[in-house]
């Protein structure tokens, strides 16, 4: 991949040499394989983790497997994503990644999401709340995507990601469910 902004600082083979390349060098953002041979993908994210907590991790698989999935989340990591994944959505993911936003960048099932459980509290991410926000005003992906400078890919991402959460089926079920979670968390509070 040869993008202006980006330099690959090291490459390694196998779970125990990304370690030790991530110590060593410190990169801004890790591309980790499920597959790696002498890993374990959870143990060497949280090693990663704790040898550069600075470094955002990008898991990248084949595997859509709900429990991986969560116990990745509870790491820490930056990004879930298959790896058929566009070129173009890698290259968002790594951005968000190395510019140290807080959301979480996935690209799996709606099954394996409402299954993960990502957000338990029923609460959606300031990104994914500005989402629903141009959803509830009839834009359409395009024009979502050219309002936040992300990729129609990656609004089609956060709203699976929305209807997970919400256990929603439609673009309007999703803004109704998320303004009853809303009233309930304010009444809640009153």
């Known amino acids: 991949m040869t993008e202006g902004d980006f330099r690959i600082v090291g ?5 125990e040499s990304v370690v030790e ?21 959870v143990q060497t994210a949280t090693r990663l983790q704790a040898v550069s907590p600075g470094t955002a991790v990008i898991v990248l698989t084949m595997y859509d497997e709900p429990q991986l999935v969560k ?39 709606r099954d394996t999401m409402v299954s993960v459980g990502s957000n338990s509290s029923g609460l959606l991410s300031e990104r994914e709340q500005e989402v629903l926000s141009l959803v509830a005003v009839a834009m359409s992906n395009r024009q979502i995507a050219m309002r936040l400078s992300i990729t129609e890919g990656t609004v089609k991402r956060h709203l699976r ?7 929603a089926e439609s673009r309007m079920d999703a803004v109704n469910k998320n303004k009853a979670v809303v009233a309930d968390r304010y009444h809640r509070r009153a």
């Open 21 to 41: 390349c991530v110590s060593r060098v410190r990169p801004d953002v890790v591309l980790l394989d499920v597959d790696m041979p002498r890993s374990s993908p």
């Open 161 to 167: 990601n929305i209807f997970g959460k919400l256990g």
């Open 11 to 15: 490459e390694a083979g196998d779970g």
């Open 71 to 109: 116990d990745m989340l509870q790491v820490g990591i930056s990004g879930y994503l298959h790896k058929g994944i566009s070129r173009r959505d890698l290259i968002a993911a790594i951005h968000s990644a190395a510019n140290g936003q807080q959301q979480v960048t996935m690209s799996v099932s």
